[in-house]
């Protein structure tokens, strides 16, 4: 697509249940980067996919995250048993190597209540 | 560890007037420099980057930016801002151990008085 394109744009979800964010890069580009932004806040990197290599997920701040990526195609980032704290705009970007020409999408806010 | 420190939560400028967001880091050697726009319902948009080089960078949308390895900073300019320009700016550096990893300041938010 033109952009990156992330969905859904806003999602309200009660405290203990799972949420599935989905993040679709610029085609061709092989690096995908998920970020959370809290309020505030800078932004916070959680995890990296580049082509085929193993994943950097350093980021992910606990066992109730994890994303998943096929080839160079869409992520899709999972919250397990949301908890308050994990409200936030999550940010995806992709680039074609590296993080200088990262293109960001609009994001997804997270809200638990 | 690295850090980012963009002093100013926010900022208030007139249409028209000048304009320069501070931008501090701590590193250990030349780093890789960033400003990120981030407009209301819009994703982060790159301004300019600094790698090495001449220490004036110039960016989109009338934007620069200055490398003062003496002062570690990497303040943004622009000499006369719009209405349109009112939005968060990030600077962000690169990790030292990462190709791929920033490192982000918390933000200042640019309000344009008209």
């Known amino acids: 697509g033109a952009g990156v394109s992330q969905s859904p744009s806003n999602k309200v979800t009660e405290k203990g249940k799972d949420v599935e964010l989905r993040c679709d890069p610029i085609s061709g580009h092989t690096a995908l980067y998920w970020y959370r932004q809290r309020l505030g806040q800078g932004l916070e990197f959680l995890i990296y996919?580049?082509?085929?290599?193993?994943?950097?997920k350093s980021g992910l701040p606990s066992d109730r995250f994890s994303a998943e990526r096929t080839g160079e195609s869409v992520s899709t980032l999972t919250i397990q048993r949301t908890q308050q704290e994990d409200s936030a705009v999550y940010l995806c970007?992709?680039?074609?190597?590296?993080?200088?020409?990262?293109?960001f999408g609009q994001g997804t806010r997270l809200t638990v209540v | 560890a690295q850090s980012v420190t963009q002093p100013d939560i926010h900022i208030t400028v007139s249409e028209g007037a000048s304009l320069e967001l501070r931008c501090n880091y701590s590193y250990g050697a030349t780093p890789y420099l960033f400003w990120y726009v981030q407009s209301p319902g819009q994703g982060l948009q790159l301004l300019l980057k600094y790698f090495s080089g001449d220490t004036l960078v110039q960016g989109i949308k009338g934007f620069e930016a200055e490398f003062k390895r003496s002062q570690s900073s990497f303040n943004l300019r622009k000499p006369s801002v719009h209405w349109s320009d009112a939005a968060e700016y990030f600077c962000a550096v690169g990790r030292m151990d990462s190709n791929y990893q920033l490192i982000w300041g918390a933000g200042t938010k640019l309000i344009i008085k008209p």
């Open positions: 970007a992709s680039s074609l190597q590296g993080a200088a020409e990262a293109f």
């Open positions: 996919f580049q082509g085929n290599s193993a994943p950097d």
